[in-house]
Structures are given as structure tokens and as C-alpha cells.
């Protein structure tokens, strides 16, 4: 009997201390992903490319504008290819976990909130970043300068594939931001290696975003992404007969209901 009464006592005690764990970490992860941040702001100029026959040909275009407060504005212009038109989408994330898809062609926008574990995660890498801006098995290569500001130009290797890696630049005065990024490949171990999609600066400003880029689609119409993809095709004079693909509902029409049910239960 006392065996098994110890047994049952040992067994309550682990079940309390689990739960007192799991509880503190739930606690933890809400107070960072309510916690303030104040960081260094920016106006950074990108293009996105890709390699074609050893010669760089762009994709996209945009603007990364950040705000003292984390919150973070980005517009990209996709440019036309032989299979889409030219398309201009924009995306803001808020520290408080709201974000935002805007597509000012349709006046139309996605709404919602991050779950808090996403959110801590993301306030966790930006006022969590080492002095060297990397932690392992990341590796700096060596340091730069990008537009005056000094960047570490970290390497991620792929662990399930030894012939891929990420190149990032971050820089070291604004919390490790990643503001260049190449994809590279290798034909086999010691051959050099080759870019095959990346993410180049092309200008950096230390200012302050234009206060609008925050605030101008709030009137827009609330829409989940599939139902703007085909506003953007009836606008275009596209139909369901000649695209069905067009108007198939969007992959992401899943995240965004959850993301926007918990903006609503947030009240905001």
C-alpha cells in the first residue's frame, strides 16, 4: 500500500510540475508577444532576380519601410512574365501581431492576427539577435558594407542537402535585419558556388517610413485572398470560362479565415 501511495503521490507531483512548466511557458510566450519593442528604422530599396544562362534577370521591385515600433510596410511590384501581368501587392505586420495583404489595384485587403507563439517567435529574433547577428550552425563569412552600414554575411546550410545554401547580409545597427539574400548551389562538394535566385539592395535610408503606408487601405473591403485574385481577373476582363484556375479558391484562404476569426475574438 505505501508503495503504491507513493507511487500516486510521485505521479501528482510530476503531473503538477508539468503543468506548472507548460503554464509558465504559455505565460512567457503572451508577455513577449505583448511586449514593446523599439527599433532603429529604415527605408530599404530591393530587386528580386533570378540567374537565366549565367545573366541576372529581375522579377520584382519594392520597398521594405520599417517603423521605430517593429511595425513593418513592404511593397513589391511583380513584373510582367510571358504567363502573368504585372502586379503590385503590399504587406504590413504590426508589433501587436496584426498583419495585413493589401492590393490597392481592387482596393481590397486580408486581415489578421498571428497566433502568439508566431509572434514571440518573430519579437524573439528581433531584439534577440547576437552580437554577430548568427547562431549555429549559421556562420559568418565575413563582414560588409552595404550603403554605409556595416552587414555580417551569414551562411545557412542546408542540412538535408550539402550542395544548397542560403547567403544572407544582415545588418548589425537594426537588429540583424536581412536586407540581401541569395540562394546558391554547388554541382558537387568543392566546385564554387552559384546563384541561383536572390534578393539584392539597391539603396538603405536610416529615416523614418512616410506615416501613411500604415494607414491608407484601412477603408479598404475585407476580402480572404481567393475572392481578390478574382477581382483582380474580372478587372482585367477574365473570365471563369477562359481561366478556371483563376477563380479556384486560394491555398491560403485557410490561414486567413483562422488568422482573421482571432483578430475578430481580439477585438480589433
Same mark, same amino acid.
Given at each position: 500500500?505505501?508503495?503504491?501511495?507513493?507511487?500516486?503521490?510521485?505521479?501528482?507531483?510530476?503531473?503538477?510540475?508539468?503543468?506548472?512548466?507548460?503554464?509558465?511557458?504559455?505565460?512567457?510566450?503572451?508577455?513577449?508577444?505583448?511586449?514593446?519593442?523599439?527599433?532603429?528604422?529604415?527605408?530599404?530599396?530591393?530587386?528580386?532576380?533570378?540567374?537565366?544562362?549565367?545573366?541576372?534577370?529581375?522579377?520584382?521591385?519594392? !520597398?521594405? +519601410?520599417? %517603423? &521605430? $515600433?517593429?511595425?513593418?510596410? /513592404?511593397?513589391?511590384?511583380?513584373?510582367?512574365?510571358? *504567363?502573368?501581368?504585372?502586379?503590385?501587392?503590399?504587406?504590413?505586420?504590426?508589433?501587436?501581431?496584426?498583419?495585413?495583404?493589401?492590393?490597392?489595384?481592387?482596393?481590397?485587403?486580408?486581415?489578421?492576427?498571428?497566433?502568439?507563439?508566431?509572434?514571440?517567435?518573430?519579437?524573439?529574433?528581433?531584439?534577440?539577435?547576437?552580437?554577430?547577428?548568427?547562431?549555429?550552425?549559421?556562420?559568418?563569412?565575413?563582414?560588409?558594407?552595404?550603403?554605409?552600414?556595416?552587414?555580417?554575411?551569414? !551562411?545557412? +546550410?542546408? %542540412? &538535408? $542537402?550539402?550542395?544548397?545554401? /542560403?547567403?544572407?547580409?544582415?545588418?548589425?545597427?537594426? *537588429?540583424?535585419?536581412?536586407?540581401?539574400?541569395?540562394?546558391?548551389?554547388?554541382?558537387?562538394?568543392?566546385?564554387?558556388?552559384?546563384?541561383?535566385?536572390?534578393?539584392?539592395?539597391?539603396?538603405?535610408?536610416?529615416?523614418?517610413?512616410?506615416?501613411?503606408?500604415?494607414?491608407?487601405?484601412?477603408?479598404?473591403?475585407?476580402?480572404?485572398?481567393?475572392?481578390?485574385?478574382?477581382?483582380?481577373?474580372?478587372?482585367?476582363?477574365?473570365?471563369?470560362?477562359?481561366?478556371?484556375?483563376?477563380?479556384?479558391?486560394?491555398? &491560403? $484562404?485557410?490561414?486567413?479565415?483562422?488568422?482573421?476569426?482571432?483578430?475578430?475574438?481580439?477585438?480589433?
Amino acid at each position: 500500500m505505501k508503495a503504491a501511495r507513493l507511487i500516486v503521490v510521485v505521479c501528482g507531483l510530476a503531473l503538477v510540475l508539468e503543468l506548472s512548466f507548460w503554464g509558465g511557458k504559455h505565460l512567457f510566450v503572451r508577455a513577449l508577444a505583448q511586449a514593446e519593442v523599439n527599433v532603429q528604422p529604415y527605408v530599404a530599396k530591393f530587386v528580386e532576380y533570378h540567374m537565366v544562362g549565367g545573366a541576372e534577370e529581375n522579377l520584382a521591385e519594392g !520597398v521594405e +519601410s520599417r %517603423r &521605430s $515600433d517593429g511595425a513593418v510596410h /513592404t511593397r513589391t511590384l511583380h513584373y510582367a512574365t510571358a *504567363n502573368r501581368r504585372e502586379n503590385t501587392f503590399r504587406r504590413v505586420d504590426f508589433p501587436n501581431g496584426v498583419v495585413a495583404m493589401i492590393v490597392d489595384a481592387v482596393e481590397a485587403k486580408s486581415t489578421g492576427l498571428l497566433p502568439p507563439e508566431m509572434l514571440a517567435s518573430r519579437k524573439a529574433q528581433l531584439v534577440g539577435q547576437s552580437a554577430s547577428c548568427a547562431t549555429p550552425p549559421e556562420a559568418v563569412e565575413r563582414t560588409e558594407i552595404l550603403f554605409g552600414q556595416t552587414a555580417f554575411r551569414v !551562411v545557412i +546550410s542546408v %542540412r &538535408s $542537402d550539402k550542395l544548397q545554401r /542560403t547567403v544572407q547580409w544582415r545588418l548589425r545597427d537594426f *537588429n540583424c535585419v536581412a536586407v540581401q539574400t541569395v540562394k546558391q548551389s554547388q554541382a558537387s562538394p568543392g566546385e564554387p558556388w552559384t546563384t541561383t535566385i536572390g534578393k539584392r539592395l539597391v539603396a538603405f535610408s536610416a529615416t523614418d517610413p512616410d506615416p501613411s503606408l500604415f494607414t491608407d487601405w484601412k477603408d479598404y473591403a475585407e476580402m480572404k485572398p481567393s475572392d481578390i485574385q478574382r477581382h483582380i481577373y474580372e478587372q482585367r476582363g477574365v473570365t471563369p470560362q477562359q481561366c478556371p484556375r483563376c477563380f479556384a479558391d486560394d491555398p &491560403s $484562404d485557410g490561414t486567413y479565415l483562422i488568422w482573421h476569426q482571432l483578430l475578430i475574438k481580439a477585438g480589433y
